[in-house]
């Protein structure tokens, strides 16, 4: 490493244009990036929730959905808000995306009116009302069909909505941004209409949106808030910019890499360019800082080598640490994870490979400040001079700061111990925002959106059997019953209103028909009397499987999980034989939330035992290496217990997030700790190491960790609850880790030292 | 500029004559389809197969009977096959004029209901077919351009394109290949808003019946789902004497033998 960072300061012009053109063949893939928004690729294609819920999708024709809905707090039911609703409907159909005869909406749905010798077969809305009085007419119509009733309009007539279901194969992102722009291009309802948004495919859509507009946004200022940062410190435009370039080439080479690869970009592998960006800066920040304290004595090219040469062990334990740490997240069954995992551990050796090419080259072609010669490597700063003084007054009582730290410890693997695991895929959202605001309201006026599907599977033709749809309907009604349970449909309301619709369309008559000869001739008329597709999401033409539709009034993971159990035992106790699955988005989701949450926690505890590993392999020492991790471990059980005092819970981006923390809090761990090991080797006593390994490797931590913090702080504007959560939480772990890795020297004076290496590394 | 504005006006009244007669000759074939004669009425069995993305069948068998009466022609479909739905009954008075009429009679419900409102782009009975694609649409209702003349299976055959005049039609526009013949439509493709391929309707089998050239087996294929409904008709016989009494509604819910 040293031999090729020798070569790229004496040609640098030459190692420039290589790495130029390497990156510049990086960057002409880049253009070619693919994406892939949707959840469900989260959870590996061979998971049974995900077999399950594609199983019943695949067979009742059942796809993702937009929903868009109408509200009005005085009630949609008037002719402009009726009207609103149909060009809804007409645009969704309009959208090459959407399977225009699958849209439910008032005016594409049909409602069977039952006369004396007649069936009126048609949408409620087939014509726009003139007056308030027809628009009543039709809410007085829909209302006493519960395939209306609390699932396209609200109990209440203030909520109308319209479900546009996705064809195979369609791209959420375009749908969703037709949805987006048409809706912003409508103009302001002034009769006080306002447009709700949700369902899978705009949510999924808006998710991958806003993160990557959010990162488009947000990232450009992050990187000049660091860049001013770094200005202010190294008071050269220059050296500041340095360490931005190695990062930013190194997220261009990886996505390049990404894009070669033709692997598309997940939500999780959106955050790698952060995650490089954090990484990276520090070693060429502790390069310059070193560099800089040898002043101007000597020339560029020797100053540059011996620089390197005193930070090559330091830096290449950080990165391989760093590294290992990701590589270990491969093993995750969850691809996404698996390529975060990955791509970062190969960002990360860029970024290792950079700091001995192209900075020694740019360096060397930099002329040096000229007040670096009144740099003295011994005289030191501001900062300098506070940390000797905190060092001294921290090595007089070592006793109580293992007090504090224990008390801390304690403390947060209390916090951490209570953490929750769960997901709520709206919840990432803030509130103000549509699909925030939207969900909630839907969920209160319409059944609720978060869907569960009940697979019912028996013989062939027995769902006309009148005995076993009378269980189904119990089963259906002690389902309703549950907490958090919405509305609950099947094949029995149908049938149970087209017997009232058929005879005479009285409320007494809305019973399940008395006879499999009468259920038959009622599905053929049902089929008749529109699109297959209306019948076909609730029982196959086999009449052997049927599909109940269970609507949860939340889209937590905790509610699915904890209704799944329930469930089973009310359709063991309903039903005879009939086998019943229950699955879906719902059930998938929560699948998806402990498997993703788990997963990464199990990999976390991987990538630590190789950091681990590694450390014990460099030291000879297990209480080294302990020593090492404990600013690991304190800010990830410290990140834990603040979830938990706030309320909150562990989902998939903060589970992702853990693994920051191991990128940062390991590499300002060793800093220190190495720069108080080679004072020691070379014969310094406890006091002097410490207070060495303080000012020359602490001031560093200190400042990177402050940087790289405020930095972080920046992505709390994000409109994006997880990226300001992010935010917040990694700059927390990198100040917390940043302090506790100060104190590690106090306790290593207890540490004996491994002589065989300690010859080994002063020779 | 006089004579200018004469030369406009000639090429483009030539134009429109063009344009006129062209669209004439496939309006008049779409018509000679339409007015084709097919007997007075006629009987069989039909075999309807239902047949989903996974391969897995369903099958049903009815009674076809029709009577016409110029451009007016009455069908009567009565099951046979499941069981359960044996002398389930469904009657269409289909008119070149006006609105289609349409009876059902369901045994169990011992009534015959007029149905009324349902649209005509609509399945029918959980095919494949629409009322419209099964006969119910008038070559009245679009504008048919001949778009080519061409080979099919060893048949010349016209190449039609018809773009349907209501904008509320979920079809761009449909493509009819007219058997040059005997005015008989041996294919058809249906095109979606975007121009897609959504439907396909090919003749399986045609055989003369009675001096009649007749489609006795066709089949219409969802092209996006992957759904078939195949309709086969056998024992046809044309001008069997049928009575129109049975097409009417009354005598619905008097099964035929």
């Given at each position: 490493?040293?031999?090729?960072?020798?070569?790229?300061?004496?040609?640098?012009?030459?190692?420039?244009?290589?790495?130029?053109?390497?990156?510049?063949?990086?960057?002409?893939?880049?253009?070619?990036?693919?994406?892939?928004?949707?959840?469900?690729?989260?959870?590996?294609?061979?998971?049974?929730?995900?077999?399950?819920?594609?199983?019943?999708?695949?067979?009742?024709?059942?796809?993702?959905?937009?929903?868009?809905?109408?509200?009005?707090?005085?009630?949609?039911?008037?002719?402009?808000?009726?009207?609103?609703?149909?060009?809804?409907?007409?645009?969704?159909?309009?959208?090459?995306?959407?399977?225009?005869?699958?849209?439910?909406?008032?005016?594409?749905?049909?409602?069977?009116?039952?006369?004396?010798?007649?069936?009126?077969?048609?949408?409620?809305?087939?014509?726009?009302?003139?007056?308030?009085?027809?628009?009543?007419?039709?809410?007085?119509?829909?209302?006493?069909?519960?395939?209306?009733?609390n699932r396209i309009v609200s109990e209440d007539g203030k909520v109308v909505a319209v479900f546009a279901p996705l064809a195979k194969g369609s791209t959420r992102q375009s749908v969703y941004q037709a949805v987006t722009e048409h809706i912003s291009s409508l103009p302001v309802a002034t009769n006080g209409d306002r447009i709700l948004v949700s369902g899978?495919?705009?949510?999924?859509?808006?998710?991958?949106?806003?993160?990557?507009?959010?990162?488009?946004?947000?990232?450009?200022?992050?990187?000049?808030?660091?860049?001013?940062?770094?200005?202010?410190?190294?008071?050269?435009?220059?050296?500041?910019?340095?360490?931005?370039?190695?990062?930013?080439?190194?997220?261009?080479?990886?996505?390049?890499?990404?894009?070669?690869?033709?692997?598309?970009?997940?939500?999780?592998?959106?955050?790698?360019?952060?995650?490089?960006?954090?990484?990276?800066?520090?070693?060429?920040?502790?390069?310059?800082?070193?560099?800089?304290?040898?002043?101007l004595n000597g020339d560029r090219h020797t100053n540059l080598i011996i620089a390197l040469q005193r930070i090559i062990r330091p830096i290449s334990l950080t990165s391989i640490t760093t590294a290992a740490g990701f590589i270990a997240l491969s093993v995750s069954p969850i691809l996404p994870l698996k390529h975060f995992g990955l791509f970062t551990a190969f960002g990360i050796a860029v970024a290792y490979l950079l700091t001995f090419t192209l900075t020694p080259?740019?360096?060397?072609?930099?002329?040096?400040?000229?007040?670096?010669?009144?740099?003295?490597?011994?005289?030191?700063?501001?900062?300098?001079?506070?940390?000797?003084?905190?060092?001294?007054?921290?090595?007089?009582?070592?006793?109580?700061?293992?007090?504090?730290?224990?008390?801390?410890?304690?403390?947060?693997?209390?916090?951490?111990?209570?953490?929750?695991?769960?997901?709520?895929?709206?919840?990432?959202?803030?509130?103000?925002?549509?699909?925030?605001?939207?969900?909630?309201?839907?969920?209160?006026?319409?059944?609720?959106?978060?869907?569960?599907?009940?697979?019912?599977?028996?013989?062939?033709?027995?769902?006309?059997?009148?005995?076993?749809l009378k269980q189904i309907e119990q089963l259906q009604t002690a389902i309703s019953q549950l907490p958090k349970v919405g509305k609950v449909t099947s094949i029995v309301d149908l049938l149970k209103r087209s017997n009232r619709v058929l005879n005479n369309d009285d409320p007494a008559n809305e019973v399940l028909p008395a006879s499999q000869q009468a259920v038959a001739q009622q599905l053929l008329l049902l089929e008749a009397s529109g699109d297959p597709n209306d019948l076909d999401i609730w029982i196959d033409g086999r009449q052997h499987r049927a599909v109940l539709w269970i609507q949860l009034k939340d889209p937590y993971a905790s509610t699915a999980r904890d209704l799944l159990p329930q469930l089973k035992k009310l359709a063991t106790d309903y039903l005879d034989t009939e086998q019943v699955d229950f699955g879906g988005p719902a059930d998938v989701n929560a699948a998806m939330a402990d498997m993703v949450v788990s997963s990464q926690l199990s990999s976390l505890g991987l990538s630590f035992t190789v950091v681990f590993l590694v450390l014990m392999l460099l030291y000879r020492s297990v209480l080294w290496a302990l020593l090492a991790l404990l600013p690991l471990t304190l800010s990830l059980l410290m990140v834990f217990a603040v979830l938990t005092l706030s309320g909150r819970y562990i989902d998939i981006p903060l589970a992702v997030l853990a693994s920051i923390s191991l990128g940062l809090a390991v590499d300002y761990a060793i800093y220190v700790l190495d720069r108080y090991r080679s004072a020691r080797i070379n014969g310094e006593q406890h006091y002097h190491a410490m207070q060495q390994a303080l000012i020359k490797s602490g001031s560093i931590v200190l400042l990177n960790s402050t940087i790289l913090a405020i930095g972080f702080s920046i992505l709390v504007f994000s409109n994006f609850a997880p990226l300001t959560a992010i935010g917040l939480l990694t700059a927390g772990v990198l100040i917390f880790s940043a302090l506790i890795s100060l104190l590690l020297p106090l306790f290593a004076s207890r540490l004996s030292f491994n002589v065989a290496i300690t010859k080994q590394e002063s020779d | 500029m006089k004579v200018y504005y004469l030369i406009f006006i000639t090429v483009v009244q030539l134009l429109s004559q063009i344009a006129f007669a062209q669209n004439n000759d496939a309006t008049d074939i779409m018509m000679a389809v339409e007015k084709r004669d097919v007997g007075q009425d006629e009987r069989a069995d039909v075999l309807m197969l239902l047949i989903d993305a996974d391969g897995e069948k369903r099958e049903r068998k009815l009674i076809r009977l029709r009577c016409s009466e110029g451009r007016e022609e009455k069908v009567r479909l009565q099951f046979q096959f499941p069981p359960d739905l044996r002398d389930t009954a469904l009657l269409l008075h289909d008119h070149a004029d006006r609105d289609d009429?349409?009876?059902?009679?369901?045994?169990?419900?011992?009534?015959?209901?007029?149905?009324?409102?349902?649209?005509?782009?609509?399945?029918?009975?959980?095919?494949?077919?629409?009322?419209?694609?099964?006969?119910?649409?008038?070559?009245?209702?679009?504008?048919?351009?001949?778009?080519?003349?061409?080979?099919?299976?060893?048949?010349?055959?016209?190449?039609?394109?018809?773009?349907?005049?209501?904008?509320?039609?979920p079809y761009e526009y449909r493509l009819t290949w007219v058997w040059k013949n005997t005015p008989v439509v041996l294919k058809e493709e249906y095109y979606d808003r975007h121009g897609r391929l959504k439907k396909r309707m090919q003749v399986l089998k045609l055989k003369t019946i009675q001096n009649i050239p007749t489609v006795i087996k066709r089949e219409m294929v969802d092209i996006p789902e992957n759904h078939r409904t195949v309709l086969s008709f056998n024992n046809l016989k044309y001008n069997t004497g049928v009575s129109s009494r049975l097409l009417h509604p009354r005598k619905l819910n008097r099964p035929v033998k």
């Open positions: 490493m040293i031999w090729l960072a020798r070569k790229s300061s004496l040609f640098p012009k030459v190692a420039l244009l290589l790495l130029l053109f390497m990156t510049l063949a990086f960057l002409s893939r880049m253009p070619d990036l693919k994406v892939d928004d949707e959840i469900l690729n989260m959870i590996p294609n061979d998971h049974p929730a995900r077999l399950l819920q594609e199983k019943i999708e695949e067979e009742f024709g059942i796809r993702d959905l937009v929903i868009l809905a109408v509200e009005n707090n005085k009630g949609v039911f008037n002719p402009r808000s009726l009207e609103r609703v149909k060009l809804l409907t007409d645009f969704l159909q309009s959208l090459p995306e959407i399977i225009p005869e699958d849209v439910v909406s008032l005016t594409t749905t049909d409602n069977i009116i039952g006369l004396e010798n007649e069936l009126i077969i048609r949408p409620p809305l087939q014509q726009l009302p003139e007056n308030r009085k027809d628009a009543l007419a039709i809410y007085n119509e829909v209302q006493s069909n519960p395939l209306f009733n899978k495919v705009m949510i999924e859509g808006a998710l991958g949106y806003s993160m990557r507009s959010d990162l488009r946004r947000l990232g450009p200022i992050v990187i000049a808030v660091l860049l001013i940062l770094l200005v202010l410190y190294f008071r050269h435009i220059g050296l500041a910019l340095l360490p931005v370039i190695t990062a930013v080439v190194s997220v261009i080479w990886t996505m390049g890499l990404l894009s070669a690869l033709n692997i598309p970009v997940y939500l999780p592998t959106t955050l790698i360019p952060v995650m490089l960006l954090v990484i990276g800066i520090t070693d060429e920040v502790h390069l310059i800082a070193v560099y800089r304290r040898m002043g080259a740019y360096l060397s072609l930099m002329q040096r400040p000229k007040r670096w010669a009144q740099l003295q490597e011994n005289k030191s700063s501001v900062m300098e001079q506070r940390l000797t003084k905190w060092a001294i007054n921290l090595a007089k009582k070592p006793g109580k700061v293992a007090v504090v730290l224990i008390t801390t410890a304690v403390f947060v693997a209390w916090g951490a111990s209570a953490t929750r695991v769960d997901e709520n895929w709206v919840n990432r959202f803030k509130p103000g925002h549509v699909l925030y605001d939207s969900d909630a309201i839907l969920n209160q006026s319409l059944g609720g959106t978060t869907m569960l599907y009940g697979h019912i599977i028996t013989r062939s033709g027995a769902l006309k059997e009148p005995r076993l | 009429d349409r009876w059902l009679y369901l045994p169990t419900l011992r009534k015959v209901k007029r149905i009324s409102g349902a649209q005509k782009y609509r399945n029918f009975l959980g095919t494949d077919f629409t009322y419209d694609e099964l006969g119910g649409r008038e070559p009245e209702e679009d504008i048919h351009t001949l778009e080519s003349e061409e080979q099919l299976d060893g048949k010349a055959v016209y190449r039609i394109r018809s773009v349907p005049k209501e904008k509320e039609n």
